[in-house]
């Protein structure tokens, strides 16, 4: 059974800095792309940062120099490293595998984050 698990979430004061983890199981992570995405209130899900298999990055306009995807393959485990943090980084983010090989795509439960003074 495929799990994705987030976690590292929580209250933060603007400035601040989280590092969320999605650890995984299931999945051989080394054929997977990895993402972030984060969803605010009233709001679509929109992509934070993707790592691909081969560890190249790509990372939505808002929060480039801020936010840092990794993985470590043998951890099965993905961060998101965010700095800098604002209010409007307020959302529950999500991570998601998207195997390169076939269409298969996992979510998980995701993990609240809440940039406030």
């Known amino acids: 059974q495929v799990q994705l698990v987030e976690s590292g979430g929580g209250l933060v004061q603007p400035g601040g800095s989280l590092r969320l983890s999605c650890g995984t199981s299931?999945?051989?992570?080394?054929?997977?792309?990895m993402g972030w995405y984060r969803q605010a209130p009233g709001e679509q899900r929109e992509l934070v940062a993707v790592?691909?298999?081969?560890?190249?990055?790509m990372y939505a306009d808002s929060v480039k120099g801020r936010f840092t995807i990794s993985r470590d393959n043998a951890k099965k485990t993905v961060y998101l490293q965010m700095n800098s943090l604002k209010p409007e980084d307020t959302a529950v983010y999500y991570c998601?595998?998207?195997?390169?090989?076939?269409?298969?795509?996992?979510w998980g439960q995701g993990t609240q984050v809440t940039v406030s003074s």
């Open positions: 299931g999945i051989m992570l080394s054929i997977y792309d």
């Open positions: 998601n595998a998207a195997s390169i090989i076939t269409t298969r795509r996992y």
């Open positions: 790592i691909r298999s081969g560890g190249s990055t």
